[in-house]
């Protein structure tokens, strides 16, 4: 996995809300990392069984099917070119026309797949109007549709083509289901959305199992030929690296953003909350659904506070936060790129507010602390409510979640144990975990989940209610920073 924030200083803006990577740069990024791992590791490339690859999700490009050369840069998933393309189709005549029918064939067929439709609606972090943005604006790209003579792929596709040295053209399930572009419930790319949009499917790469036999890494490449034989998005591949495989098992991956994820098992789940529902992973028959939400500021709110001088490293904030008994009615709303579920405005304003003359640094990031924790438990109640489930435990990784402050107090929040792996970053193990099922380096699942120990529990310790007052202060801080902008701001 190519480290994100290595990642992050590859980022390209070339305009207001333009967000680019270069596929070339991310292609030697990809191969340097791959080598300098291996090295490290001290061993030899001829001694990898196989390789599975984990990438961020919706980030896509397209290129020339017969030179192989990008038409364009990534157009990664922060990217809100389309915004205004976005707003006029959410609010144009005819989607209020499929979203009435929907709603009237899944009353009388209760078919999941119509009860999605009628809750469709475009967001610039869907692939769709992005990739119609392109299509209107690069003529190239139309040119070469008419021809067919153009490759779609997400980060995922595209590197298989470079490490196929463009023999394997393809994507997964998961990864698949993650571009807005699927429909989980026929398990094919959507021909409803394909004519809507006037995009033809034939772009878009054959979709595969997770755990597949995708072909071999091109032996000029690493000085060995190694399978491909795992391709899954990160919080797929995070669910799979915690062993989260059974109906009801809940993880929480907090990195940039929070991203709860709990597995539906063969079911495919439809929201009323506006939960997502994703395609897990498919191994052989097996297909094993997810329904997924998120904050979009987690480490993303810590970075910037961070930038600020609010403290020198990450690993000082929970001692910071700890040292103060509450955050002295300092209340934080993290909302950089709006709130997401339960509460759903893009408009939303990120502040600080209880600002008094004593308020310390320490007061300040107590309360961003506590936003996380309280935006945690805002999304553990959405979804266990929404899909009916108790769990008995969660599981939580991702760089924030090694602080100790959160954990705690989403522990005590949600009055559940939290258990935290040794390594936070569960998206490289799934990966490895599927990649090595496929070649039967491990037999089955049940050998996996012996090969995670906890490093850490955390376990309720006092009732929820305590953070009663300071979590309806804190709700009283969201509602003021609601709709705030009159426009979702890049
Ligand atoms: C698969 O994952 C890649 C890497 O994240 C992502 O960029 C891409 O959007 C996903 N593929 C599809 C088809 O969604
Ligand atoms: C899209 O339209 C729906 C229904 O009209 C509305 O609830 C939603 O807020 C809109 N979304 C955006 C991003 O404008
Ligand atoms: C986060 O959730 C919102 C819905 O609340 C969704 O539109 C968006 O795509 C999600 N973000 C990511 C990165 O998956
Ligand atoms: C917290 O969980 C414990 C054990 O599961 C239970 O006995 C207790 O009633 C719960 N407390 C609240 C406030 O729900």
Redesign the pocket.
């Known amino acids: 996995k190519v480290n994100g924030s290595c990642l992050q200083n590859q980022v390209l803006r070339p305009q207001p809300g333009w967000v680019e990577l270069n596929p070339d740069s991310l292609w030697t990024l990809f191969v340097d990392v791959v080598k300098e791992a291996v090295q490290v590791a001290g061993i030899q490339m001829h001694q990898i069984a196989a390789l599975g690859l984990s990438t961020q999700r919706s980030t896509f490009i397209t290129w020339n099917k017969k030179t192989g050369k990008p038409f364009h840069n990534f157009i990664s998933w922060q990217d809100v070119r389309a915004g205004e393309l976005?707003?006029i189709w959410?609010?144009s005549f005819l989607?209020?026309v499929i979203?009435g029918i929907s709603s009237l064939l899944h009353f009388f067929t209760r078919s999941s797949q119509f009860l999605l439709a009628s809750y469709l609606?475009?967001?610039t972090q869907h692939i769709s109007l992005r990739l119609a943005w392109i299509l209107q604006h690069i003529t190239e790209v139309e040119q070469a549709i008419k021809e067919d003579n153009c490759c779609f792929g997400t980060i995922d596709t595209w590197l298989l083509y470079k490490l196929t040295k463009g023999s394997v053209y393809a994507t997964e399930y998961s990864n698949a289901s993650s571009t807005g572009f699927f429909d989980p419930t026929k398990m094919q790319w959507s021909m409803f959305l394909s004519k809507l949009l006037s995009i033809p499917v034939s772009i878009f790469p054959p979709v595969q199992d997770t755990s597949h036999n995708f072909g071999s890494v091109d032996a000029e490449i690493f000085g060995a030929p190694i399978k491909i034989t795992a391709l899954v998005a990160d919080q797929q591949a995070a669910m799979f690296g915690e062993c989260c495989f059974d109906v009801g098992d809940l993880k929480v991956t907090m990195g940039t953003g929070s991203f709860w994820d709990v597995n539906t098992g063969s079911k495919v789940h439809t929201s009323r909350k506006g939960l997502y529902p994703l395609v897990g992973w498919k191994i052989g028959k097996e297909v094993i659904y997810l329904a997924e939400g998120n904050a979009s500021d987690t480490g993303n709110a810590i970075k910037w506070a961070q930038s600020l001088d609010l403290f020198t490293s990450a690993d000082e904030t929970s001692k910071m936060a700890h040292s103060l008994v509450n955050s002295g009615g300092v209340c934080f709303v993290p909302s950089f790129s709006g709130l997401q579920i339960p509460v759903?405005d893009?408009y939303a304003c990120t502040s600080f507010m209880g600002i008094t003359p004593s308020t310390t640094k320490n007061h300040l990031v107590r309360a961003m602390l506590e936003s996380i924790a309280f935006r945690n438990k805002q999304l553990y109640d959405t979804i266990t409510r929404d899909v009916g489930i108790e769990p008995t435990s969660i599981r939580a990784d991702g760089g924030v979640s090694k602080n100790n402050f959160v954990m705690q107090m989403t522990s005590d929040l949600t009055n559940k144990t939290i258990s935290r792996p040794a390594s936070t970053d569960m998206s490289c193990l799934g990966a490895a975990f599927l990649a090595g099922l496929a070649v039967g380096f491990w037999n089955d699942k049940e050998q996996l989940k012996k090969l995670i120990r906890p490093d850490m529990v955390f376990k309720p310790q006092k009732e929820p209610e305590e953070y009663e007052p300071a979590m309806s202060n804190w709700i009283k801080a969201v509602q003021r920073s609601l709709s705030w902008y009159s426009q979702?701001s890049p």
């Open positions: 976005t707003k959410n609010r989607m209020k979203r609606s475009f967001t759903n893009p979702t």
